[in-house]
């Protein structure tokens, strides 16, 4: 190991090709970055990142939370190999295998874990909202369309990637591949700015809803069959709503997306620069706002995981098939029925004597509502 003291001073304009440079014979900025990398720093969020797939593995195969599971992963995975890279560069800072194999994992690896987020969206409406009454669109079709944002800037980033690290000394082949992956990194940003835009809307939708009508959406009291819901009853998908853990979720999803909206801003502006401006070699911005923002989204989304926060609900036929609908139609038609039987018994009156207030979905359901406990 050297540190950046053991580097001649003298740059040695003789040598073009990096690889054949050392420390006795070449300065530091002669390097692929303008500064050593911390050993113990990088080191460090290599592990974080490595121990972090540990509980991911395990809670997708105990709640079958398979795709969720899947995209943190990858870029989980991602994140420990890019830092590896970083460890790499501090040991050798000419290796320009080694500035590739930082370079590239860790500007794609964010989006395999913005994917993660995107998956969970649906299943967060239909538990907030199973009358769907609140929601522009259905709730996969925010899923699909982000998904598939989420799969071009991840195509641009990798491709840009690729041919930077195939340009070798060709300027004009590098330059082409730093514009790829920065327009990924832009659709990326993109992307999470209208996915928040749009999940303020759907908040703000059911707020209003909530509050201008005077009741809270909530399946009937009488409880479904077990079966009928993949093994929970409506009364616990009901309480689901209502647990720390699903809220906590919620606020771990959002901090996730303004984490990462952070980070792809600031590696946007950084590859915008190029690899010789002065954010690039930035090492204290680096460490605190590339690993650390993604440490915070990693943890947030293992501590409330959403196979804890669900129950569950992730694994449930209806849910597999179409992001919760088969689950929601089921609840919304058992509050169906109460009606029914509510109106065959002449009373539109809940058992604590208040007016039930009908409302009916998208999909031609009665929906029942409750008035809101006041405060």
């Known amino acids: 190991m050297v540190s950046g003291s053991d580097f001649t001073l003298t740059c040695n304009t003789t040598i073009i090709d990096s690889a054949q440079c050392t420390p006795d014979t070449c300065c530091l900025a002669q390097g692929q970055i303008a500064y050593l990398p911390t050993l113990a720093g990088n080191a460090l969020f290599a592990a974080i990142f490595a121990i972090l797939i540990i509980p991911h593995i395990l809670f997708g195969i105990r709640y079958k939370t398979w795709s969720f599971m899947s995209w943190m992963a990858f870029g989980l995975v991602g994140e420990v190999v890019g830092y590896i890279g970083r460890v790499m560069l501090h040991n050798n800072i000419f290796d320009f ?16 874990i913005t994917a993660s987020i995107y998956l969970c969206l649906a299943r967060v409406i239909y538990i907030l909202d199973p009358s769907l009454v609140h929601t522009r669109l259905t709730p996969m079709t925010y899923t699909k369309i982000f998904v598939t944002f989420d799969f071009i800037s991840l195509v641009l980033q990798g491709a840009g990637g690729g041919v930077a690290a195939t340009a070798d000394n060709d300027k004009a082949m590098n330059d082409m591949g730093v514009n790829i992956m920065i327009a990924g990194l832009a659709f990326q940003v993109i992307s999470l700015v209208i996915f928040s835009c749009l999940c303020c809307d759907f908040a703000w939708r059911l707020y209003k809803g909530i509050v201008s009508s005077g009741v809270s959406f909530k399946v009937s009291d009488t409880d479904t069959s077990d079966a009928e819901l993949g093994g929970l009853s409506s ?3 009901a309480s689901i709503k209502a647990s720390k853990m699903f809220k906590g979720f919620i606020v771990a999803l959002v901090a996730a997306t303004i984490l990462i909206i952070t980070r792809s801003s600031y590696r946007l502006a950084e590859l915008q620069e190029g690899f010789n401006g002065k954010l690039a ?10 690993g650390p923002m993604i440490i915070l989204t990693c943890i947030g989304l293992t501590v409330f995981h959403p196979g804890l926060a669900m129950r569950g609900l992730w694994s449930m036929k209806g849910f597999q098939k179409s992001g919760g609908a088969d689950v929601g139609d089921k609840l919304m038609m058992t509050s169906a029925t109460n009606s029914a039987v509510h109106s065959r018994s002449g009373s539109d009156e809940d058992v604590s004597g208040e007016q039930r207030a009908p409302y009916v979905n998208a999909q031609g359901y009665s929906v029942l509502a409750v008035p809101a406990k006041r405060r």
């Open 97 to 112: 295998n080694a500035f590739l194999m930082y370079l590239i994992p860790l500007t794609i690896a964010p989006a395999f």
């Open 235 to 237: 009364t616990d998908y």
């Open 281 to 290: 070699n930035d090492e204290v911005l680096f460490m605190i706002l590339e």
